[in-house]
């Protein structure tokens, strides 16, 4: 089964207006960690913000804030007032915390966004 | 900031050859990993490692073979390139393996096998 499911392969956005990327997980563990990584056409995958299973409120990052609804297993991110340098590719990814696979992040699909000037 | 450098953004080579992979991290981590990332498919863990001389599979680990002789370095092997290893493979690595101990990236590979 999947662990990380992004149903939005493509979305597209204005300038300037909000947007929210989808993303839902699956796991037992009471520990575990969400993250959001960023893809530009370079390649390099950059850090956006991170969600700790036990953490109370939801996190932010500038811009980027994650709407975590643990009963419902969504983490989905919200990115506020989109820029043209926004255009990517966005994952959604987990890590969970049982002995002996601490360390690896399982990653979704992907969502492709593209902000319209 | 952590820098993660692979050694190639582009390779193309024929189905048959032995292929490197080289990816070196300049923070002292303990933790790398490689990936491999499709279209639809995200990113895929082939293998990792979490000291010298040690590895461990991930989940596609056919095909591919690892080595870390040095902390710094972790490398990808491909023992006889395949067209279906046409991809991009990503290195990536990390300090302790806490929860929220977050991954960083190197560029990325685009390997072509014809």
């Known amino acids: 089964a999947q662990k990380i499911t992004q149903t939005q392969p493509g979305m597209f956005v204005q300038e300037k207006e909000a947007v929210t990327l989808d993303c839902t997980y699956d796991?037992?563990?009471?520990?575990?960690?969400l993250f959001w990584y960023k893809q530009p056409s370079s390649g390099e995958m950059i850090f956006l913000i991170y969600q700790g299973s036990y953490d109370q409120q939801n996190a932010t990052e500038g811009r980027y804030s994650l709407n975590f609804q643990k009963a419902r297993k969504s983490a989905n991110l919200v990115i506020s007032a989109s820029q043209l340098g926004d255009s990517a590719m966005y994952f959604c990814a987990m890590r969970e915390v049982p002995s002996g696979s601490a360390r690896q992040l399982t990653f979704g699909s992907g969502t492709q966004l593209t902000v319209l000037p | 900031d952590v820098k993660v450098t692979q050694s190639s953004r582009y390779l193309v080579k024929r189905t048959g050859e032995k292929v490197f992979l080289e990816c070196v991290q300049d923070m002292d981590h303990e933790n790398m990993f490689w990936y491999r990332q499709d279209p639809g498919l995200g990113l895929r863990l082939i293998y990792f490692s979490y000291d010298v001389k040690m590895k461990e599979k991930g989940d596609i680990p056919e095909g591919y073979s690892v080595s870390r002789e040095k902390k710094e370095r972790f490398s990808l092997i491909l023992e006889s390139a395949s067209t279906n290893q046409t991809s991009m493979y990503l290195c990536a690595s990390s300090s302790t393996p806490t929860v929220n101990e977050k991954l960083f990236f190197g560029s990325g590979t685009q390997l072509s096998v014809l």
């Open positions: 796991t037992s563990d009471p520990s575990y960690g």
